[in-house]
């Protein structure tokens, strides 16, 4: 394979120039959407609960006052500017903070409302005049620790004397000191350290537990393990919480298995669809050739912004290059940036300060950009085993059915790409157009 490229701008030639699929990292695209979350994702379907005890009476509420809470925590929902519990609220917050505690598994996607509940669970349950800890919160990361902290801090910005401390690496603790915050956010390797070889934890005191971003954890080698070794040595009376954002089997067996007696909520994703979607492809050599009919589509259409999907890290920066060279507004978004700067490349994309993202597969599930209606794939998604990847062509270019503008997708595609592009066709059971670049009329 080559590694040269022409003309390549030096800045970019700089970064590892490797040649491999960016891996989709759960945690790092957990954080992206926590960053650049901007409200909550709503969803048209309806909550599903499954109670321990059926016979029991099931409540929901439609206001924050209804649940009784303490002034300062009622405070600092509305300064968060909470006006009405999510709708996954409405069922878990009455059952997290019923008397006697209720144990909860919930599952709803990432964005519904389920970190803003289990904060105001822990703040309600703590004592502020007993300095321990009371509740325990595991998290995948230490950047996720982090942002739930924050949210703990913001939440609890007018309860006076409840502190939030971290359990995590770098996190050093001398030896015999005294924790006297309430509430541990931590990783799990870091808190059963701080437990059983350091003492510093009392897990017998612990009042609520939560499990946050069950399925993620699942994904790190050991977090099961050692989440079930800090669940086991919980009092029988501490509340246990366990949240996911998606429920394979896998996850809600292990779920059961350190949440014992649960109630379980679940509320459906907004299903992606391909229906408002007119798709094309366009036939192509190679490369240059993809970049020539994406030219041509520039030059024919008229193109509010787009998002450009590339299969690696090469080809995105590729493509960059050129467009760059070709006087366009481009961005890079690619697998060796951190969290952090994805998130402030998509800000920027979506304050409309470039009109093109160029992207691989990292963020295809990260990015939600409403005003983005077209979306292109420089290259079409495979799998390992060179089949069709039908998931990610579906979160590249599908839309929600209820929120979802009209959109224009574009499949460059080589001749011998054909019939996997066919596959996705009959995959989706929706029309893919041929579409002669020189001639766009039949676009607009
Ligand atoms: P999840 O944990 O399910 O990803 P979050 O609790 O982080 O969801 O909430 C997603 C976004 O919605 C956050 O920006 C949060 O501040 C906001 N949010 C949460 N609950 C409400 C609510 N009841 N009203 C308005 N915004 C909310």
Redesign the pocket.
Known sequence: KSTTVPNIDDSLNNLEDDDEDDIVDLAANSLL??LI?????ESSHLVEVLQKDPSSPLYSVKTFEELRLKEEILKGIYA???????K??EMALPMMLAHPPQNLIAQ??????????FVLAMLSRVNPLDLFPQCLCLAPTYELALQTGR?VEQMGKFCMNIEVMYAIRGNHIPRGTEITKQIVIGTPGTVLDWCFKRKLVDLTKIRVFVLDEADVMMDTQGFSDQSIRIQRALPSECQMLL?S?TFEDSVLQFAERIIPDPNVIKLRKEELTLNNIRQYYVLCDNKNDKYQALCNIYGGITIGQAIIFCQTRRNAKWLTVEMMQDGHQVSLLSGELTVEQRASIIQRFRDGKEKVLITTNVCARGIDVKQVTIVVNFDLPINQTHEPDYETYLHRIGRTGRFGKKGLAFNMIEVDKLPLLMQIQDHFNSSIKHLDPEDMDEIE
Do not use: E, Y
């Open positions: 959407n926590k979350r901007q409200s909550l994702v968060m500017g909470f006006n009405r519990p999510s996954i609220q709803s996607q990432s964005g519904t409302g389920k970190t803003a509940a949210v949240f954002a």
